[in-house]
């Protein structure tokens, strides 16, 4: 019994040490071998899992870095392309000294019966309205001012996603190493129960109830070791690599409350903005564009009675009563300002639920951190009364089992909240906008 107590001392202290940093937490490489899982005299063909994903600690990748890394290879940087290149295009047409592309026409008339010849050149040339041009500007900083809270705000998603991912990798690690420790555990327990056995000091069921409970260790271990290939292949199809950060803990943000300074709030307004920019830019445009023509006519004869003469006239074309015809395009963006105006009052609910919630875990969290420590504390000094107990043969070695269950149980759940507690932070402040 003294061989038992010594196994069940270093599951206590395996399990025990206290969470000092992610450096430690992170060492989740293992290899070919321990993917394969360990063998005993149960069977030695047991099922290998040979799928692994791979994953490298970078000491000098920092959180801040790795978010920068995802976002250039993110596929929503295309479109932010897109709308800087928007902007300079608006930029560029609000800088023309002209509303529009000018036009020219050339003619030729002939008058055979008095031997006339006709020929006119004509230019024409549209001139901004009163206020377009001013608008057309408006709309061009109003254009660029979005293209960049846009690309803050996608940014800002891609931290969150990065976030949990790494968060998800810690926990299914802590719970992979939980698993490899038991199962470890129980292989050596079982050599001890089979020695028992063999003594006679134990009855053939309990061989059988250890090689059961051997078998149910090493089905957790696989499913825990999946979990985490599971975990690491999300990471990796996120951030496009296989290098994870040595340490990406983060601080609580001071904020207490959401505010406007959101970027997803201002992302959304700067949108609101442009539509509001384009719409004054289309109602400046009134009825039409206004032109300016001018030209040059030259008729020549070959009649004596005629003579040559050359002609300049200058023309203004003053559009009216076509009003009308540009309200269906300023209905339609009026749909799309109203439709951004409802998603901006919707998304605002819904960044209060989140950070309602992310401030509530946080909150207990907290508590259960207390609790599941102190349930540790009594798990472990339950177990230790319990193997006395087991080794005067006081209890069998079904209770045992159930209370050494608890006690890794417990011991679980400390370490789990250790990491929640960090992720529950990191996840606040992606609540309230706030970068790493």
Known sequence: MFVLNILNNQLLASFSRPFVCLCSLLAFLPNTAGCQGATSEIDVNFPKVGHLDPMVIDTSLTLAKLIDLTMQKYPDVTWLTALEEEAVALADRSQSWTAGASQTTIGYQSISTFKLNYGTANVQVPLWNLGQRDAQKNLANKAEASAGSQTTRVKLSVAGLVRATLWDVALANIRYEQAKAELSVYEKLLVTIKRRVAAGDLPRADDLLAQTELLQKRSAYTLAEAELMHARKRYSSITQTNKIPSSFEESLAPIKELTQNHPSLIALNSQIDVKQAELSAIKSIGSGQTNVIAGLLSDEGHDYRSNKAEFFNVGVI????????????????????????????QLYRDLEQVHHEAEHNLEVNKVELDNANEQRKVSEQLLSMTELAFSVGEIDLMDLLKIQSRTQQAILTARERVVMMQRDKALYNQAVGIMP
Not at 323 to 335: D, K
């Open 318 to 345: 003053v559009p009216f009563g076509g009003s009308a015809h540009i309200q269906p395009q300023i209905a339609a963006i009026n749909v799309e300002l109203n439709k951004l105006i409802a998603e901006r009052e």
